[in-house]
């Protein structure tokens, strides 16, 4: 779950479709209003949040859980309440770490913060909205009380985001997302919301006594130790390994995927004792591309948003 949660860009776009300010300033005026307003954003509320991927070509069940949410700017706390297998889940996030709370296994998961991260995808997405996609605005729903507008952006690849904006301070109360293929995509609607003129520091830690913590770099040595593999690394580029995980593929294919991150994009390196099957790296409609090479008994790819030449260039820095 934790890794399904870190795939999801936290998307926003348009606001008031009617106000004086949609008059004044037009659409790409309301794309900096809301970029500004959500990324400011005091605020406590709980969401139900809906998955839905395939894998192996089959289409997986939706999976709905619950998160109680506090926000002060790019500070987030995030409580997974419920009865699915993230119940009791804790993530906080300060803007420089990810902290996340796995009370299973009474560890608490060190990682570089996803917020900045976040951030720049944000602007990256108004700059994609601006040149490729379709806009339709249209009064919206009420949610947890709040008066609405409803966004659809749809691009010329086939992708849709539809976001209810709260009309008077920009916050977004519901989302949802669909890619190319309808059958995968993800939504948050929040069932409660309140905005917040400040929120106690306090929010922002977890106080789970006898909980251990564990550095990116312990959970990779532990990911390649139970598969037996020589953990290869990224180094000297400035992006920061943030989680790892190992696997073994039906025909008995040992390896070892971890992401990392520069704070603006995402870099995901694949280490397999074998071949890898190129065919699965990526997705029909993904904007990722990859580059896949050998080094003794390992195959090895980079996976990300980045052309195939940039990829070449950094697989010389994946060592031992």
Not at 42 to 52: A, D, F, N, P
Not at 78 to 102: F, H, K, N, P
Not at 123 to 129: A, G, K, R, T
């Amino acid at each position: 779950m934790v890794r399904t949660l870190r795939l999801l860009a936290l998307t926003l776009a348009i606001a008031s479709a009617c106000g004086a300010t949609a008059q004044r300033g037009g659409p790409g005026h309301l794309l900096d209003e809301v970029l500004r307003a959500n990324l400011h954003l005091k605020c406590r509320g709980s969401r139900i949040v809906t998955l839905q991927f395939r894998h192996d070509g089959r289409e997986d069940p939706p999976r709905t859980f619950m998160e109680n949410i506090v926000r002060d700017g790019e500070k987030i706390r995030t409580e997974y309440v419920g009865q699915g297998e993230s119940a009791g889940q804790i993530a906080v996030d300060d803007g420089t770490w990810r902290l996340q709370y796995l009370p299973d296994k009474n560890v608490i998961n060190k990682m570089p913060s996803l917020t900045r991260q976040n951030s720049e995808r944000l602007e990256d997405l108004i700059h994609s909205v601006r040149d490729h996609f379709t806009i339709d605005i249209k009064p919206g729903k009420k949610i947890a009380d709040y008066e609405t507008l409803e966004i659809t952006m749809t691009s010329d690849r086939g992708f849709e985001h539809k976001l209810w904006v709260e009309k008077r301070d920009k916050a977004i109360l519901k989302r949802e997302f669909r890619g190319p293929d309808q059958r995968v995509g993800m939504s948050y609607e929040f069932q409660q919301f309140k905005y917040l003129k400040t929120v106690d520091p306090s929010e922002f830690t977890i106080n789970k006594p006898g909980a251990k913590v564990v550095e990116p770099i312990d959970r990779l040595n532990s990911a390649a130790a139970k598969y037996g593999i020589t953990p290869y690394k990224i180094v000297g580029t400035g992006f920061m390994l943030s989680d790892s995980f190992g696997f073994e593929s039906k025909d008995g294919r040992k390896g070892v995927r971890s992401t990392y991150g520069d704070g603006r994009k995402i870099l995901t390196l694949v280490q397999v004792l074998g071949d890898i099957q190129e065919s699965r790296l990526t997705r029909p409609g993904d904007r990722f591309n990859f580059f896949v090479w050998p080094d003794g008994d390992y195959k090895f790819a980079l996976i990300g948003d980045f052309p195939k030449d940039e990829l070449k260039r950094l697989s010389g820095f994946v060592r031992r």
